[in-house]
């Protein structure tokens, strides 16, 4: 399926909706709408499953508040109409409602985090292009590391869900009870938890996205969260965690970004990525022990550390190009600055 955004005629209205739809796809660098409108649905599936609404309505008025403001700034009508300011600011706008008390005030804090998230991502973009490696989802990293800190010192915005700073202590050594069934539904809880979504069926539907867009990417993206929870089930992390989903999502991006976004799929490259996916989970599991004494999660910061560390020596691996983007293996279209 195209990628071309050239189909969509002169209608702002449906521009608009065309590029906020490519927004949520690119969190999995998908540009393509359908991608996006399939990740929207398991975001909503999931999210009312928890009986936390408040999360899917925030990650629609995160990539709405992050396209528009893009529009406000009057940056590259190309990368606006990708998706690619749209992506981060949904995940802030997942993040904010999970995280503190429903309220007035947070969907406040929610719209200027969101509108903040578009500054920040032109602010690292600029940055990390003197590197000629991708901001990635870092905005929508920093910018929701500073509004939960910040949320510790407003009586008016309340905690509800950030684990209560603590220094970090040894996960208990007790045998993982796990069936067959529970990994299954953990790996696809690792795929959805990219949104923060703890939802299996939602992973389901989110996989069939990005085999719309890319088979590459739903075959990558399952056996990022596939590894990654294997690895955590030998190397016996907290049982909790792991039928969470929580010990997938990271790699789940960092497979996809080096396996066929940034490099040409090949058995070199895949085993690079397969590199790179382990080092995420050690990345995420010392980012979770450093973070616990500020109680604050480490979102998806170990994607981002371990897909930089392994994009920087991108000499002898013939790099694809940051202006090009994959479609069914296929490079297609933009990802100039996701």
Same mark, same amino acid.
């Given at each position: 399926?195209?990628?071309?955004?050239?189909?969509?005629?002169?209608?702002?209205?449906?521009?608009?909706?065309?590029?906020?739809?490519?927004?949520?796809?690119?969190?999995?660098? +998908?540009?393509?709408?359908?991608?996006?409108?399939?990740?929207? #649905?398991?975001?909503? %599936?999931?999210? #009312?499953? @928890?009986?936390?609404?408040?999360?899917?309505?925030?990650?629609?008025?995160? =990539?709405?508040?992050?396209?528009?403001?893009?529009?406000?700034?009057?940056?590259?009508?190309?990368?606006?109409?990708?998706?690619?300011? *749209?992506?981060?600011?949904?995940?802030? *706008?997942?993040? #904010?409602?999970?995280?503190?008390?429903?309220?007035?005030?947070? %969907?406040?804090?929610?719209?200027?985090?969101?509108? !903040?998230?578009?500054?920040?991502?032109?602010?690292?973009?600029?940055?990390?292009?003197?590197?000629? =490696?991708?901001?990635?989802?870092?905005?929508?990293?920093?910018?929701?590391?500073?509004?939960?800190?910040?949320?510790?010192?407003?009586?008016?915005?309340?905690?509800?869900?950030?684990?209560? /700073? +603590?220094?970090?202590?040894?996960?208990?050594?007790?045998?993982?009870?796990?069936?067959? @069934?529970?990994?299954?539904?953990?790996?696809?809880?690792? =795929?959805?938890?990219?949104?923060?979504?703890?939802?299996?069926?939602?992973?389901?539907?989110?996989?069939?996205?990005?085999?719309?867009?890319?088979?590459?990417?739903?075959?990558?993206?399952?056996?990022?969260?596939?590894?990654?929870?294997?690895?955590?089930?030998? &190397?016996?992390?907290?049982?909790?965690?792991?039928? @969470?989903?929580?010990?997938?999502?990271?790699?789940?991006?960092?497979?996809?970004?080096?396996?066929?976004?940034?490099?040409?799929?090949?058995?070199?490259?895949?085993?690079?990525?397969?590199?790179?996916?382990?080092?995420?989970?050690?990345?995420?599991?010392? &980012?979770?022990?450093?973070?616990? /004494?500020?109680?604050?999660?480490?979102? !998806?910061?170990?994607?981002?550390?371990?897909?930089?560390?392994?994009?920087?020596?991108?000499?002898? &691996?013939?790099? =694809?190009?940051?202006?090009?983007?994959?479609?069914? *293996?296929? &490079?297609?279209? !933009?990802?100039?600055?996701?």
């Amino acid at each position: 399926m195209t990628t071309s955004t050239s189909n969509r005629g002169s209608n702002p209205i449906w521009a608009f909706i065309d590029a906020n739809l490519r927004g949520a796809g690119q969190v999995m660098f +998908m540009n393509n709408p359908i991608t996006g409108a399939l990740i929207i #649905v398991a975001i909503i %599936w999931g999210a #009312v499953a @928890a009986k936390t609404p408040e999360v899917a309505i925030g990650a629609v008025v995160g =990539v709405v508040v992050g396209t528009a403001t893009a529009m406000a700034l009057r940056v590259d009508t190309a990368s606006l109409r990708q998706g690619l300011y *749209g992506f981060s600011p949904l995940l802030t *706008g997942a993040a #904010v409602p999970t995280f503190l008390g429903n309220s007035v005030v947070m %969907w406040v804090y929610l719209i200027i985090g969101a509108a !903040t998230t578009t500054v920040v991502t032109l602010a690292i973009s600029n940055v990390f292009n003197t590197w000629g =490696v991708p901001a990635l989802t870092f905005p929508f990293v920093l910018t929701s590391w500073f509004l939960m800190l910040a949320a510790y010192q407003f009586h008016q915005i309340k905690i509800s869900s950030l684990t209560a /700073p +603590m220094l970090a202590r040894p996960v208990a050594g007790t045998s993982l009870d796990l069936s067959a @069934a529970d990994l299954v539904t953990s790996m696809l809880k690792g =795929v959805a938890q990219v949104f923060l979504i703890g939802n299996w069926v939602s992973g389901l539907i989110i996989l069939i996205g990005l085999a719309v867009n890319s088979r590459w990417a739903a075959a990558l993206a399952a056996a990022g969260t596939i590894v990654a929870t294997l690895l955590a089930v030998g &190397l016996k992390g907290d049982e909790t965690s792991i039928t @969470a989903g929580l010990y997938g999502f990271s790699a789940v991006l960092t497979a996809i970004a080096l396996g066929c976004v940034f490099y040409h799929p090949s058995w070199p490259v895949l085993v690079y990525a397969l590199l790179g996916t382990v080092f995420t989970l050690f990345v995420q599991a010392a &980012l979770n022990t450093a973070l616990a /004494p500020v109680g604050i999660p480490s979102f !998806t910061g170990p994607f981002v550390f371990a897909t930089w560390l392994f994009l920087l020596p991108k000499r002898d &691996l013939t790099p =694809v190009p940051h202006h090009k983007h994959i479609d069914d *293996g296929v &490079l297609t279209g !933009t990802h100039p600055k996701a």
